[in-house]
């Protein structure tokens, strides 16, 4: 049994996947296996539509299983914002008919939310190794600014050609990459989770996501030259990564501190160039900076720690409310959610001081597993600047200040327990911010 039909056996919503080239000649006959009965509308941008879009409602068409002319956003500043929810449930509403989404991560999450408020499955026809939400639950949309993963099931259905993706932008290919490495440092966050007791791996998921990471990220340089089988490898790597969230319905095996500068960054409307910033690229930064933290861990002495002194200084709830409400002033959105995240993995001084021995008592084994599941910092910085992705934070508008600044907010962002949590509950946060800002650091503030 391959490692695809392990995954479709273990997922909720997705039942399959085809990959490979000339794969796109199979969707009718995969839409029909998914929905027999049922006709099909093609949902796709004025790009997406040009390179496999027109070519995909043809083979529906000549298949006889049509239902409508396609749906196409011709928006220039397209992206996965309410607005565009409403038209495209406007006009699939009165129709009796499948969507089948072709294109990638906005057109994706567009027709996965809208299928779904509309009580009916979709498929999707990929177009770009761009990142790993085609297959995971859930869609990112902005709602008034504010950018929200609501509840609703993957696709039914995907169909990839990795020659098609291969010809995709090249910032696209980069932002998947970005995407991907990201699972490095996220899986060190749920060992270092599972070691102190807090949440166990799944081996499953975990195979899912790690057991080919690595050659997965192997030829950064192939990727951004478009090499097929580099572009194939990378679409499969994040195909299983939305698979393993899928399957344990969770974002955990794919996602740590890394992801949470993405999230703080969306909240904040994050542009570029007067364009928003892709998921990839603001991972690709969180990534970085996890990974530094990583590294400041594995050489930070044991010998440093200081329990007592940690759970001294560990604010009560009602003091740790005010910390937060300092720390988010003028950020009404942020301050909501931080104090609903981290109300959730609150604990008191007398379960950290377990949680803080816990972690000196494994740590001298778990820091070699640390140590061998991620890459350096300046591996990850290597391979972000040569697949052509930003590798500092200047590239996708964030200064060094305002990355400091999102540092010290980022343990209070989400209830998932990560490095970043770790460092804080140590104390040793300020150190670590020292490390990385302070002179001789990754980014030194002068």
Known sequence: MTIIEQALQRTTDTKALIIGQGAMEKTADLFR??????????????????????????????????????????????????????????????LDAIAVAVGSG????????????????????????SMDGYTAYGASISIDGNKQTLDCPAPKGMILDPVISAEAPKELVASGYADLIA??????????????????????????????????????????????????????GLIMSGFAMQALQSSRPASGTEHQYSHFWDMDGLCMGGKHVSHGFKVGIGTLVSTASLEFLIDYSLDQIDIDKAVAEWPEWEEMKE?????????????????????????????????????????PELKEKVRAQIYSFDTVHDYLKRVGA????????????????????????????????????????????QHLFGPGGHWEIS
């Open 106 to 129: 906005v057109i994706n999450d567009l027709t996965k939310y809208v299928s779904h408020t509309l009580g009916r499955p979709y498929m999707i026809v990929g177009t770009a190794a």
């Open 183 to 236: 699972k490095v440092p996220a899986g060190a966050d749920w060992q270092i989770a599972e070691a102190i007791g807090v949440e166990p791996i799944d081996p499953f998921t975990w195979d899912l996501v790690q057991r080919k990471l690595r050659s997965s990220l192997s030829d950064p340089d192939g990727l951004r030259g478009g090499d097929v089988p580099a572009t194939e490898a990378l679409a499969e």
């Open 323 to 363: 910390r937060i409400y300092r720390l988010f002033e003028g950020k009404p959105a942020h301050l909501a959610r931080a104090l609903k995240e981290t109300e959730g993995k609150y604990i008191g001084k007398e379960a950290l001081r377990k949680q803080l021995e816990r972690f000196v008592e494994v740590w």
């Open 390 to 433: 930003p590798y500092e934070p200047e590239q996708i508008g964030i200064s060094r200040e305002r990355l400091r600044d999102t540092f010290r907010r980022i343990p209070y962002m989400r209830s998932r327990y990560t490095n970043a949590d770790l460092i804080n509950r140590l104390g040793i946060q300020d150190e670590l911010e």
């Open 33 to 94: 296996d998914l929905f027999p009965g049922k006709k099909a509308v093609v949902v796709a941008d004025t790009n997406t539509y040009r390179v496999a879009g027109e070519k995909v409602a043809a083979i529906l068409e000549k298949a006889g299983l049509k239902a409508a002319e396609p749906f196409i956003f011709d928006d220039p500043d397209l992206f996965a914002e309410w607005g565009f929810v409403c038209k495209l449930k406007d006009y699939l509403a009165p």
